[in-house]
C-alpha cells in the first residue's frame, strides 16, 4: 500500500492545478494527437481489457457499453458525461472538476473518439458552482489551444463540450432521467428498452459516463492496461459473471471521522482502513457502529463487517447492495440507527420522482412510518410492516423504472435486518427522538 | 401466425398484430389491470398496475421466465413468449402497488362522481387488501376548482397515472396540463393563465381511471349506477363519432365516446359532448298543428296526419309539381320513407337535400400552440356540421339523377313552381334564414317536420313536431361512408314524435316503424346502399363501399 502512487490525483496538490500549463507541464494532452490517429475501436479496446468499470455506482464494464452502440451508424452519436454527483456522502467528481479538469476534458475528448462522437454534454449538478467555473475556463482554454473544437490538433477528428448545470434533482443522475433533463424536460427515467445506446439525448445513440470513468480513460491510454490491471482485485474463477475490479478508486470518507477526506487508493480497500489509515479513526474516541459502503442506498456494513473489501463485489457479500460510489460514511456508536434510517428515507422521498407507484407512495410511507417510531409511536409490528413495505417496493431486479426505488428501500432492509434488536429496543422504550407537529400543536 | 400463452392457455396472434401483453391477454378474457396505459396514448409504465411474469418458450419446449415481474404494457409479445398473470408474486404485486396509490386516496366514494365506474374501487374489489395499513396522516392537496371551463380537479384523488398530461400533449398537442412537485407531494396542474380549454377538453375527464378529473356538466348530476347506456352517434358533424348516450327517466345526462377504430377511435370532441343539450329545450315542438288562413289550431295526431296525406294527394293530383326536401339530418330510413311516399303521389315529384352546414375548415388535432398541425392527424372535427349527408344523399340520388340544390328549389318554389313542399328540419343551429323561408309564403301546402321552432313556421300549414336523435332510430353515414346505427335512448317530450313514425304512419304502412326491415328493403333497392344489412352496422358499423348486400 506504501508504494501506491495516486495516478487520477496526481496533481491535485499542485499549484494552480486546474490551469492547462500545469497540466500539459505534468504529460497531460501529449499524446492525445496519437490516441486521436488511432482507429476509434482501438480506444475502445484498449478500455475494454483494462476491465474498467463504471465509477458511477452501478459499475457496468465501460468499454463493453461503449460496444452497444449501433454498427457504422452515421450520427449524431453523443456523450453525456454524468456530473451530476448527487448521492449522499459523494463528492470525489468535485475534486476530479475542481482540481484536474483537464484529465476530465482530455477523457472525454478520447471517450468520443471511441465512440465517434463528436458532442459532448457534461451535466453539472447545479450546486457546484466552482466546478461550473472551473470547468467553464478549463474548456474555453482548450477551445483556444485547438484541443477542442473542430479538427483537434490537426488530426481531423472534432469535438466539443457543452456544459449544463442541472436544476438540483438526485434523479438527474440516473442516466435517462439525466437525458431527460438535458432535453429540457421533468427528469423522470425512461422505460427501457431501448436503452441509451440506442436511442438516448434527442433519440439519437447516446453513452453516459460518470467524471470518474472518464478520468479513469484518460489514465489507461497514458499509463496501460497492464498498469491498471496492476491493482485491484481480480475476477473470482467461481463466479464467471463477475468481470473483477480492477484500477484506482477514489474513496470518500465522512461521517463521524477526525478527518473526513477524499482519497486514491486501488480497488479492495477495507472501510477498516480508510477509517483509520485515512480518515484519522472514529471522532470522540467512540467506535463505528455501522459504515455505509457506497452511498446510502447500498445499505450498512455492521461493525463486524468493516473489513469486507470495497471492491464491486465485496460489499455485495454482506448483504449491501454493491460498491456503490464509494462514499463511505462513518455513523459512531452513540447514534441512533433510527434516526440514521429516518434520514435516509427522508432523502429518499424527497428526491423520489413520483413516476412509479411503489417508489412515489413507499419511500413517503416508510418516511412516515420512521417519523412516527421517533415520536415514541412505534409499535414493534412496524418494523415487520416496513420490512414488507421496502420488500415490495423492490428488490433487486426491480419493480420500478429506475433503481430509485430499489436504493430506497435496500437501506431499510439492511438496516432493519442488521440492527433489529436497536429498533425494538428503541420502539419499546417508548422514547422520542424529537416531538410530534401534533404533540406541539397541542402544547401551544 | 404466433402463438402466446397466457396464463396456460394459448393464443394466436396475427403476423401483423403488434400487442403488449395487456392486449394479447384480453385476447383469451384475461384482464390485466392497468391505470397509466391507454391504447391511444404512449406508454409510460409508470403505475406499475401490469406487472406480470413473462417468460420464453425455447424451441425444445422448456419456458424460461424472467427473474423479475414486468409491466405489461411495455412488454411485446412475440410467438412463444409465456405470460403468468395469476402467480402468487404477481398477486402480491397488485396488492401492494394498490395498497399504495390508496394510501394518499380520501375514502369520499359516497361524494364521488367517479364511483360506479371506478378502477380503484373495481382493481381493489378484484384484488386488492380490503384495508390499508396506514397509520399516520394522508396527504392532503388543494382542489383545483378551476382548470378548464369544462373541467374540475379533484387533486386529492388522483393516482399520478399521467393519461391526462399524455393526452393533451399527444392528441390535442394544447399542452395544458403538466405534473408539479416531486414524489408523494405529485399533483397534476395546469400551466397558470392556461386551463384546458381545448376542443378535445372533454376527453380527459374519460381517461382519469379515478374521480380527479370531472366534468362540471356533469358534476352530481347522477349516480352512474343509475344511468342506463345506449350506443349511438355523435350528430355534431360529419366525423359521426360513436358514443354512447348516458340517460335516466328519459332525461338524458352525457355523451361519452364510444371506442371505435372505423369512426374516430376513443376520443370526441367539446362540441359533440355537450352538443345534446337541445334535446331537452323548453322550445322544443310538442303540439301537432294545422294552420289555415292564418288561424293555427292544435290537434290530434291522426286528424293532422290525415290533413297532410289529403292536402299532398290533393297537390300531387295539381299540375304543379310537388317537393320534399330531405335533410341531412335524417337517417338514411327516415329519408327512404318520405322519398318513396312523395314518388308515390308524384313520379314527377322533386327532392333536394337540405342545407349542409359547414363551419370553417376541418380542424385537425395535435395542433401545436401555433396552430399548425403535427403529423400524424389522430382527431378531425369536421366543418361540415351534419351527421348524414351522404347517407341521406344516397337515397336522394336513387330517385334524381341530378341532386337540386336547396337554393334552387327555394326559387322554384318563390315562382310558383311547387303547390306543397315537405320540408324536414333537425339542424338545432337553425337551417333556414327569414328570407330563405319567404319564399315558401306563396306555396299553398307547406308541411314541416321539425322539432325546433324556426322562421319557416310562419309559413308552415302543418307542423309536425319530430324527435332529435336520441329519441330516433337509423342508420347515419358519416365522411368517409361509414354507416353507423343510432339508437333511441329516451322517449321525446309529450306530443311530439320521431320522425320516422310520423313517416312510417303517413306512407300507410302497417304496424310500427320497423327499421330492420327497412333496411333490408333500402338495400335491395339502392346499391350503394347495399351494406345496412352487414351484421357488423350493430357494433362498428359498416363501411359502405365496400360492402356487400348480405340476407339475413
Request: charged share 20%.
Amino acid at each position: 500500500m506504501a508504494t501506491f502512487e495516486p495516478a487520477l490525483f496526481a496533481r491535485i496538490n499542485k499549484p494552480d492545478s486546474a490551469s492547462l500549463k500545469t497540466y500539459q507541464a505534468d504529460g497531460g494532452y501529449s499524446r492525445l494527437k496519437e490516441f486521436l490517429s488511432m482507429a476509434p475501436g482501438d480506444v475502445t479496446n484498449i478500455v475494454k481489457d483494462s476491465g474498467l468499470r463504471g465509477r458511477g455506482g452501478a459499475g457496468f464494464p465501460t468499454g463493453l457499453k461503449w460496444t452497444f452502440l449501433p454498427k457504422d451508424y452515421p450520427g449524431p452519436i453523443y456523450l453525456a458525461v454524468n456530473a451530476d454527483e448527487s448521492e449522499p456522502g459523494t463528492f470525489n467528481n468535485r475534486y476530479l472538476m475542481e482540481l484536474d479538469p483537464h484529465q476530465l476534458i482530455e477523457g472525454i475528448i478520447l471517450a468520443c473518439h471511441a465512440i465517434r462522437s463528436q458532442k459532448a454534454y457534461l451535466y453539472l449538478r447545479y450546486e457546484y458552482g466552482t466546478s461550473y467555473r472551473v470547468l467553464d475556463a478549463a474548456i474555453r482554454e482548450c477551445r483556444a489551444a485547438g484541443i477542442l473544437g473542430t479538427n483537434i490538433l490537426g488530426t481531423g477528428v472534432s469535438c466539443d463540450i457543452i456544459l449544463h448545470r442541472g436544476a438540483g434533482a438526485y434523479i438527474c443522475g440516473e442516466e435517462t432521467g439525466l437525458i431527460e433533463s438535458l432535453e429540457g424536460k421533468r427528469a423522470w427515467p425512461r422505460i427501457k428498452p431501448p436503452f441509451p445506446a440506442i436511442e438516448g439525448l434527442f433519440r439519437k445513440p447516446t453513452i453516459v459516463n460518470n467524471v470518474e470513468t472518464l478520468c479513469c480513460v484518460t489514465q489507461i491510454l497514458y499509463r496501460g492496461t497492464a498498469w491498471f490491471k496492476s491493482m485491484g482485485v481480480p475476477a473470482d474463477p467461481n463466479n464467471p459473471r463477475d468481470p473483477g475490479s480492477y484500477g484506482p478508486k477514489l474513496y470518500c470518507v465522512s461521517g463521524h471521522v477526525n478527518q473526513p477526506c477524499c482519497v486514491e487508493l486501488p480497488l479492495g480497500v477495507t472501510a477498516r482502513q480508510l477509517i483509520e489509515e485515512h480518515a484519522g479513526g472514529v471522532w470522540k474516541g467512540r467506535r463505528a457502529k455501522a459504515v455505509v459502503p457506497g452511498g446510502i442506498s447500498m445499505g450498512f456494513l455492521s461493525a463486524s463487517e468493516l473489513d469486507t473489501p470495497l471492491d464491486f463485489a465485496g460489499p455485495g457479500k454482506v448483504g449491501c447492495l454493491g460498491l456503490g460510489t464509494a462514499a463511505v460514511v462513518v455513523v459512531d456508536d452513540q447514534t441512533s440507527m433510527v434516526d440514521v434510517l429516518y434520514n435516509c428515507c427522508r432523502f429518499m422521498s424527497h428526491e423520489s420522482c413520483g413516476q412509479c407507484t411503489p417508489c412515489r407512495e413507499g419511500t413517503a410511507w416508510m418516511t412516515k412510518i420512521l417519523e412516527r417510531i421517533r415520536t415514541g409511536q412505534g409499535r414493534t409490528e412496524d418494523l415487520d410492516l416496513l420490512m414488507e413495505v421496502a420488500g415490495s417496493m423492490g428488490i433487486i431486479p426491480g419493480t420500478t423504472i429506475c433503481g430509485l426505488s430499489d436504493g430506497a428501500a435496500w437501506p431499510v432492509k439492511n438496516a432493519i435486518s442488521k440492527f433489529r434488536s436497536e429498533f425494538e429496543d428503541y420502539i419499546r422504550s417508548r422514547k422520542a427522538s424529537v416531538t410530534s407537529a401534533q404533540q406541539l400543536m397541542a402544547v401551544h | 401466425m404466433a402463438t402466446v400463452t397466457i396464463n396456460g392457455k394459448d393464443v394466436e396472434i396475427g403476423s401483423n398484430e403488434r400487442l403488449n401483453c395487456i392486449q394479447a391477454a384480453a385476447k383469451v378474457g384475461v384482464e390485466i389491470p392497468a391505470y397509466c396505459w391507454h391504447p391511444a396514448l404512449s406508454v409510460v409504465a409508470s403505475c406499475r398496475m401490469c406487472l406480470v411474469e413473462v417468460g420464453d418458450k425455447k424451441p425444445d419446449g422448456t419456458v424460461a421466465m424472467q427473474p423479475k415481474l414486468v409491466p405489461g404494457c411495455q412488454t411485446p409479445v412475440k410467438d412463444g413468449t409465456v405470460i403468468i398473470a395469476d402467480s402468487q408474486k404477481v398477486k402480491d404485486a397488485r396488492k401492494a402497488t394498490l395498497e399504495y396509490l390508496l394510501l394518499n386516496h380520501p375514502l369520499d366514494c359516497p361524494t364521488c362522481d367517479q364511483a360506479g365506474e371506478c378502477y380503484l374501487q373495481d382493481y381493489s374489489f378484484n384484488y386488492g387488501r380490503g384495508y390499508s395499513r396506514l397509520n399516520e396522516p394522508k396527504n392532503i392537496k388543494p382542489d383545483k376548482d378551476y382548470i378548464g371551463d369544462q373541467i374540475t380537479l379533484f387533486t386529492d384523488r388522483c393516482i399520478m397515472c399521467t393519461r391526462c398530461v399524455r393526452f393533451t400533449r399527444e392528441v390535442s398537442g394544447s399542452a395544458e396540463l403538466q405534473v408539479v412537485s416531486r414524489g408523494s407531494h405529485e399533483e397534476i396542474d395546469i400551466f397558470p393563465g392556461h386551463p384546458v380549454n381545448n376542443p378535445l377538453a372533454g376527453n380527459v375527464v374519460d381517461l382519469c381511471p379515478v374521480g380527479a378529473l370531472c366534468s362540471k356538466d356533469f358534476l352530481y348530476q347522477q349516480r352512474v349506477w343509475w344511468l342506463k347506456s345506449t350506443n349511438s352517434v355523435c350528430q355534431g358533424c360529419s366525423t359521426g363519432c360513436s358514443v354512447t348516450v348516458d340517460q335516466n327517466e328519459d332525461k338524458v345526462y352525457r355523451l361519452k365516446p364510444r371506442v371505435n377504430e372505423m369512426a374516430q377511435g376513443h376520443f370526441m370532441c367539446d362540441e359533440g359532448r355537450f352538443g345534446w343539450k337541445y334535446t331537452h329545450s323548453e322550445e322544443r315542438l310538442n303540439v301537432p298543428k294545422i294552420v289555415s288562413n292564418g288561424h293555427s289550431t292544435s290537434q290530434s295526431w291522426e286528424d293532422v296526419l290525415g290533413s297532410v296525406r289529403s292536402s299532398l294527394q290533393k297537390a300531387a293530383a295539381g299540375k304543379q309539381k310537388i317537393a320534399a326536401v330531405l335533410s341531412p339530418w335524417m337517417t338514411v330510413e327516415e329519408a327512404w320513407l318520405l322519398a318513396t311516399w312523395i314518388r308515390s303521389l308524384s313520379p314527377q315529384a322533386v327532392l333536394a337535400v337540405g342545407p349542409v352546414r359547414v363551419s370553417g375548415t376541418d380542424e385537425h388535432f395535435p395542433r401545436d400552440l401555433r396552430g399548425n398541425v403535427i403529423e400524424p392527424v389522430k382527431f378531425t372535427i369536421r366543418a361540415e356540421k351534419c351527421p348524414n349527408r351522404a347517407g341521406v344523399q344516397a337515397v336522394a340520388a336513387h330517385f334524381m339523377s341530378d341532386l337540386m340544390p336547396f337554393e334552387e328549389l327555394l326559387r322554384l318554389a318563390s315562382s310558383g313552381q311547387f303547390s306543397a313542399v315537405y320540408l324536414t328540419g333537425g339542424d338545432p343551429q337553425g337551417w333556414i334564414s327569414e328570407m330563405q323561408a319567404e319564399a315558401l309564403s306563396d306555396v299553398e301546402t307547406v308541411i314541416v317536420q321539425d322539432f325546433l321552432p324556426s322562421p319557416v313556421l310562419q309559413h308552415a300549414t302543418h307542423i309536425l313536431p319530430s324527435g332529435t336523435f336520441v329519441e330516433r332510430e337509423g342508420i347515419v353515414v358519416n365522411h368517409r361512408g361509414l354507416a353507423q346505427l343510432i339508437r333511441r335512448a329516451v322517449r321525446g317530450p309529450d306530443g311530439s314524435r320521431p320522425d320516422s313514425r310520423i313517416l312510417w304512419e303517413l306512407s300507410g304502412r302497417k304496424g310500427l316503424f320497423q327499421s330492420e326491415s327497412l333496411r333490408a328493403e333500402i338495400a335491395a333497392a339502392v346499391p350503394a346502399l347495399a351494406g345496412l344489412t352487414h351484421p357488423d352496422l350493430k357494433s362498428t358499423g359498416v363501411l359502405l363501399e365496400s360492402a356487400q348486400q348480405v340476407t339475413i
